[in-house]
């Protein structure tokens, strides 16, 4: 009778056990288990910790940097916090970039060439992802190509190519002339339409493969009901693509945004965020002079103080785009599901 | 009857081809007028000697002198070229370990995941186009990290650890390059972050019940790690070596690149420009293809 009450009393409920009681029953299994978890995580805490600091490192001794004065700069005991507080960094940079101005045309241009670029991906990709025609294999290669073939390859020929523009020789037949377009920014535009701009082989590769993933019910629906080509990619399957065209939009955005490639090459006469920071500490020393008068060599850290605020006040638009938009840059790449 | 059904098959066939060229038709233009053309003018001005005048300019055939120039002449470009091709693999090796090591920690439940995905994603959009250039020769930063280095030489574990390597005597080549990563991590870092977005839907893809099934039967993470995430991304990895060998050669502070612009831009050799470029063009497409190629050899398709 004991005997069997004991058997009944030895399981009972979980709960009533102590912690290492129920360890001593697991055979060890339990505390090892936790033990391991705990240190674990302690590693892994340790190790993003690190590298996370790795990557913010930069940007926050940027920020510390730009609001010192160049005795600060000098001073040995001055690390992270400034001593002698100012904002006149950032009136210099201001002043050298002419930031307004400039802000403003690299706000319009990343705009308008990342629309274009997308409008045109969006539908160079659908035709490649649900369409059969011949040669199809031999478009998606040049596709790829154009992925590949580094825009420098063909700068020196493209800078003639605008140098005297001509379509066919209509130009020349009609002026006698062929058209001189360096300096205007008509064939930026001209190749973002043509899907020839910045990454636009990228773009057209993700929205590509995105459309291949939804299933063609949808289509075959609206063509049944008497919907045509066109209109069912613009009424159906536009909508359904939202997240990948929002995504190829910021990243085309971001780019054109920091590009100083292109932006050089075709629009170096209008003042942009990118190209005017590559010749921020160049234009420092004349500026100084001109706002002197004396011919003085700037010193090395305080070109790079304010190149540190230039370059702060360029990623601030980005950072806070990229805190609204975090979501749609990160997900969209990982439901585009990227396979070969 | 059954050929009136057949032919309106081949009606709507036609059709959708017609609208398949009708959609891809501007890459189709673009590609011929902004691509093409300027390739093969580029690669038949590397074979000439372009002279500009004012307003004009005509390429003057010289065969292949400028080939011959580049190699065997200039003092700088086949240096360049080498260094930078293997500096380039060593880099893409690092960059692929390195996210998807990160893409695995990333894949685990902890809290902050999505703040960390965020910030281990931020290099994207803010260590792009000039400001990449600009961050490589700050030589602010670049004297502090000397001070930094000089000063706590005797303290620092790395360094000891180096030390310790490097009398042991065993491969010291190699030790070196891993040294040389290890003290560029932060290049390495900013350069992977969207390699490590695809890894991570890539592990994320794979479905639990593999796992539990390899635990079930008393694998080992470690072998599991081996036996089922390594095979079932294994696509992954050639997507990410491609996109991680491109990228690294158009990086704007890329010493070919800054080579090839300083002799077209400053010099106003077109023709010596082309031909160093088309070098170059060559050389990289055939390492992606060929490094592809041994690449999808091993990679597994699940379906």
């Excluded at chain 2, 706590?152 to 491969?171: F, H, Q, V, Y």
Aim: glycine share 6%; net charge positive; charged share 15%.
């Amino acid at each position: 009778m004991t005997k069997k009450n004991k058997e009944y009393k030895s399981i009972k409920p979980l709960a009533q056990y102590t912690y290492w009681e129920r360890n001593k029953l697991s055979g060890g299994y339990l505390l090892k288990r936790q033990v391991t978890d705990v240190v674990v995580s302690i590693c892994r805490f340790v190790l993003l910790f690190g590298m996370c600091f790795l990557i913010l490192q930069p940007i926050f001794n940027k920020i510390s940097v730009s609001f010192m004065t160049e005795q600060d700069l000098f001073n040995p005991i001055v690390i992270n916090i400034p001593e002698h507080f100012t904002t006149e960094n950032y009136k210099m940079a201001s002043a050298i970039m002419e930031y307004p101005k400039a802000l403003v045309n690299s706000l319009i241009i990343s705009l308008t060439i990342a629309l274009l670029q997308i409008a045109v991906c969006t539908l160079v990709g659908y035709g490649f992802a649900r369409f059969n025609f011949p040669l199809k294999k031999f478009w998606f290669a040049c596709v790829i190509l154009v992925i590949l073939i580094p825009p420098q390859t063909i700068a020196s020929s493209l800078h003639l190519h605008f140098r005297f523009f001509d379509i066919l020789g209509i130009f020349k037949m009609i002026t006698g002339d062929t058209v001189n377009l360096r300096g205007s920014k008509l064939p930026y535009y001209l190749m973002s339409a043509g899907c020839m701009g910045l990454k636009n082989g990228l773009y057209i590769y993700m929205i590509r493969q995105f459309f291949r993933n939804i299933p063609e019910d949808m289509e075959e629906a609206a063509y049944v009901d008497g919907c045509g080509m066109l209109k069912t990619f613009l009424r159906i399957m536009l909508p359904e693509s939202k997240p990948i065209v929002t995504s190829c939009f910021l990243f085309a955005f971001v780019w054109q945004w920091t590009d100083g490639f292109y932006s050089k090459m075709f629009l170096g006469s209008t003042k942009l965020v990118s190209t005017s920071l590559a010749r921020l500490v160049d234009s420092l020393g004349t500026f100084i002079q001109r706002m002197t008068g004396i011919k003085t060599t700037v010193s090395i850290a305080y070109s790079n103080c304010i190149l540190a605020t230039g370059t702060l006040m360029i990623i601030l638009p980005l950072i806070v785009l990229y805190l609204f938009a975090q979501r749609a840059f990160v997900e969209s790449i990982s439901s585009s599901g990227i396979k070969m | 009857m059954k050929k009136k059904r057949k032919n309106k098959l081949e009606g709507l066939q036609k059709r959708k081809a017609i609208a398949g060229y009708l959609f891809i038709s501007p890459f189709i233009i673009g590609f011929l007028v902004f691509m093409v053309k300027p390739l093969f003018q580029s690669l038949y001005m590397s074979f000439c000697e372009v002279e500009l005048g004012s307003g004009t300019f005509n390429p003057v055939w010289t065969g292949t002198e400028n080939l011959l120039y580049i190699f065997r002449v200039d003092p700088e470009y086949t240096r360049l070229l080498t260094e930078e091709m293997g500096r380039m693999m060593v880099y893409s090796l690092a960059i692929i370990v390195f996210s998807f090591f990160v893409a695995l920690i990333l894949n685990q439940e902890f809290k902050g995941r999505a703040l960390v995905r965020a910030i281990f994603f931020l290099p994207v959009i803010l260590a792009s186009g000039v400001i990449l250039g600009l961050e490589t020769d700050n030589q602010l930063m670049a004297t502090l990290a000397q001070q930094i280095e000089d000063t706590t030489s005797n303290i620092s574990i790395t360094d000891a650890l180096e030390n310790i390597l490097r009398t042991a005597g065993i491969g010291t080549r190699a030790f070196e390059q891993v040294f040389e990563i290890i003290d560029n991590i932060y290049d390495v870092a900013i350069a992977s972050g969207i390699q490590i977005i695809i890894f991570l839907s890539g592990l994320q893809t794979i479905s639990s019940s593999m796992y539990e099934a390899a635990d079930i039967e008393g694998c080992t993470k470690w072998e599991s790690l081996w036996k089922i995430t390594f095979p079932m991304i294994s696509s992954m990895f050639l997507v990410n070596w491609i996109y991680t060998v491109i990228d690294f050669c158009m990086r704007s502070d890329n010493e070919v690149i800054e080579k090839i612009q300083e002799v077209m831009i400053d010099q106003m050799r077109y023709g010596r420009a082309s031909a160093m470029s088309w070098v170059y063009f060559l050389l990289i497409l055939a390492f992606i293809g060929v490094s592809s190629f041994l690449i999808s050899k091993r990679v597994y398709y699940y379906d």
